[in-house]
């Protein structure tokens, strides 16, 4: 269930993510705003499913360690039930003449740790080292080699650490090539969506080709033409030369067409054609059916 959500989570981050950035080419800010709350609440989601598994599993660590603690104490708490026959008989007969037992017991104990120390004196004074001389000579081959007369030990390699070198340029060019694919993204997305300064378009006009359709009502010529004028007049400042003195004309059946005077560049039209597709009208959706520059005929 777990691999299900992620795969589902990351397909559906993997498809808000590719459409955020296809709206911003295309100048359709509300649709892209969209795409980014819904990118935005999957990695939410996503980020509580692990946050979620982890705390399941801390919760459960938890558990397990308060049932072992009640285990112990129920054990500790558990009355000791002594048997008759498990302590020494003299202590339960205080008149009995066995309690000389423990003084003997004593004196015996000291008697023979004397008798031990003085043996292991012995040995120490009589005894050759060659287990031990043995012993070095078998470890002998585990000794490191003596360093050259002009090595410094500052310099040699540590044990162990042949393999970091390459996890480590394993992981500097992984994030050289992160750094690479963010910064060429970003880079992308700054020349496809900036306005800079460009040449003139040499075509005398510019034409479009508009269809509304109305959603929910009936498309009557009278809403249809309400909704294209709005449209046309929030989109009017869209482009980099304001469109003051063009408006379109109704061509029946929810088709309207304009002529934009001097003719726009390529950026323009794209934030223009993406303005209308994009604008928010009540009840109403644009489609540009075609637009492109126009002769003097």
Known sequence: MKRLAYLFGGTAALGAGAYLVVYLYRWQWQRAIICGVLLLIVEVMLLGIVL???LARIEERVRESDRRQQDVLARLRQPQVREPGDRFRWLDDP???TYVFVPVLMVTGVVLSGI?????????MTARPTAERHLAGQLSVLTAPDPAPDTDLEDTRPLGGGSRGPRAAR????????????AA??????ELTQTRKEERNRAE???LLVRVDMRGVTGTAERQSMAARQAWEHCRNSTSIPLRRTTLGDLGDGLFAGVVRPALT???????RGCLEDVD????????????????D
């Not at 009208?281 to 126009?294: C, E, Q, W, Y």
């Open 52 to 54: 979620f598994g982890r």
């Open 95 to 97: 008149a009995s003449r």
């Open 116 to 124: 031990a120390w003085l043996i292991q004196r012995i040995a120490s």
């Open 171 to 182: 992981l500097v060019t992984t994030g050289v090539v992160g750094a690479a694919l963010v």
């Open 185 to 190: 993204l970003a880079v992308g997305l700054a």
């Open 205 to 207: 006009a510019t034409s």
């Open 266 to 272: 390529d950026h323009d039209l794209l934030r223009l």
């Open 281 to 296: 009208v009540d009840r109403a959706h644009l489609t540009v059916v075609g637009i492109g520059d126009a002769d003097e």
